[in-house]
């Protein structure tokens, strides 16, 4: 709602009856609303999406805007993912439908129980943004024009970038857990088990140690850089992923960048693309300290993409 030009202060008759909270307004010269969704979740997402679509029967896109765990890197651009970064989709991939053996979990990877491509038109403007290095440099700059103008609002003053020296990104096989045996004798590193009161601190409550920690090439000045805009396949699932060597085995097997929860559900109702700030790694280590500003990235990055998809398709709502 920070970013857009107008909020409207009435609704459809339509959309006052159903189980949804609405926000409309326009972004731009293109009226939008927004679906205030009642919780996490693919199920949240779809029964909403459902509705939408029946008080609002003219939607033709729906952007799913929010905060994602990233992988550490993008294979495809050889880019280092840093916290604050964005995320669009050009495919959603659902991790937690399949089988569940004795020996482990299953995904299944037959094509016609997953999600299929974007619609073609869709397909087509996503391949135009990330590989024309004039629209992507046209959305980055508006991104970050808008970005900074949300972070000098009343808004953006606890939304600001929580410092370089707060992005750690640690090795995949070293664990978020107490440290001293004295203190806690429920963490264990040989199998994994981890006390309550380790999963709720953070990195400098439990004395995780910086030599753990992966240098980063962008991060190296110690001064934030603007936020990069990454384009790729997103994991879906009901479930938080807090573990590096479960994120490392998925980014490698499915060529995943990201992983969020709730795209699924809306993804077969609307023509969806997903635009989500990183804010943390999907590891252990993982906590909210980057959500408000990953959020923010995130808005600015819609409103950029947003203005993007009407200049090329002459969407006005």
Same mark, same amino acid.
């Given at each position: 709602?920070?970013?857009?030009?107008?909020?409207?202060?009435?609704?459809?008759?339509?959309?006052?009856?159903?189980?949804?909270?609405?926000?409309?307004? +326009?972004?731009?010269?293109?009226?939008?609303?927004?679906?205030?969704?009642?919780?996490?979740?693919?199920?949240?997402?779809?029964?909403?999406?459902? +509705?939408?679509?029946?008080?609002?029967?003219?939607?033709?896109?729906?952007?799913?805007?929010?905060?994602?765990?990233?992988?550490?890197?993008?294979?495809?651009?050889?880019?280092?993912?840093?916290?604050?970064?964005?995320?669009?989709?050009?495919?959603?991939?659902?991790?937690?439908?399949?089988?569940?053996?004795?020996?482990?979990?299953?995904?299944?990877?037959?094509?016609?129980?997953?999600?299929?491509?974007?619609?073609?038109?869709?397909?087509?403007?996503?391949?135009?943004?990330?590989?024309?290095?004039?629209?992507?440099?046209?959305?980055?700059?508006?991104?970050?024009?808008?970005?900074?103008?949300?972070?000098? %609002?009343?808004?953006?003053?606890?939304?600001?970038?929580?410092?370089?020296n707060r992005d750690y990104l640690y090795e995949s096989t070293y664990q978020h857990r107490c440290r001293s045996e004295k203190a806690c004798g429920t963490c264990d590193p040989s199998n994994g088990t981890v006390c309550q009161y380790a999963l709720d601190a953070s990195?400098?409550?439990?004395?995780?140690?910086?030599?753990?920690?992966?240098?980063?090439? +962008?991060?190296?000045?110690?001064?934030?850089?603007?936020?990069?805009?990454?384009?790729?396949?997103?994991?879906?699932?009901?479930? &938080?992923?807090?573990?590096?060597?479960?994120?490392? +085995?998925?980014?490698?097997?499915?060529? &995943?960048?990201?992983?969020?929860?709730?795209?699924?559900?809306?993804?077969?109702?609307?023509?969806?693309?997903?635009?989500?700030? &990183?804010?943390?790694?999907?590891? %252990?280590?993982?906590?909210?300290?980057?959500?408000?500003?990953?959020?923010?990235?995130?808005?600015?990055?819609?409103?950029?993409?947003?203005?993007?998809?009407?200049?090329?398709?002459?969407?006005?709502?």
């Amino acid at each position: 709602m920070a970013v857009m030009d107008e909020v409207y202060e009435s609704l459809p008759e339509a959309a006052r009856g159903d189980a949804n909270t609405y926000t409309t307004g +326009r972004l731009g010269n293109t009226s939008v609303v927004i679906v205030h969704l009642p919780g996490m979740g693919k199920l949240n997402a779809a029964n909403s999406a459902i +509705r939408l679509k029946s008080a609002f029967p003219h939607v033709g896109l729906c952007l799913m805007v929010g905060v994602c765990g990233g992988a550490p890197y993008n294979a495809r651009t050889k880019c280092d993912i840093v916290l604050g970064d964005v995320i669009i989709s050009t495919g959603l991939k659902q991790v937690d439908f399949g089988r569940q053996y004795a020996n482990g979990f299953l995904p299944k990877d037959d094509p016609e129980e997953n999600f299929g491509r974007p619609v073609e038109r869709l397909r087509s403007f996503l391949r135009m943004l990330s590989e024309t290095d004039h629209y992507y440099h046209r959305m980055a700059d508006a991104t970050n024009g808008t970005l900074h103008a949300l972070l000098l %609002s009343a808004t953006g003053q606890s939304l600001k970038h929580p410092g370089v020296n707060r992005d750690y990104l640690y090795e995949s096989t070293y664990q978020h857990r107490c440290r001293s045996e004295k203190a806690c004798g429920t963490c264990d590193p040989s199998n994994g088990t981890v006390c309550q009161y380790a999963l709720d601190a953070s990195c400098d409550q439990l004395g995780c140690e910086p030599g753990y920690r992966v240098a980063r090439r +962008r991060l190296r000045e110690g001064c934030p850089t603007p936020p990069v805009v990454h384009f790729g396949r997103i994991a879906c699932s009901d479930g &938080v992923m807090k573990s590096a060597r479960d994120r490392d +085995r998925l980014v490698e097997r499915y060529d &995943v960048i990201g992983f969020e929860m709730e795209a699924a559900g809306a993804w077969d109702i609307f023509p969806t693309v997903v635009v989500k700030g &990183v804010c943390d790694y999907a590891d %252990s280590h993982k906590n909210k300290l980057w959500q408000g500003y990953g959020a923010a990235v995130a808005a600015s990055c819609m409103k950029a993409l947003l203005a993007q998809w009407a200049s090329q398709t002459g969407l006005v709502s």
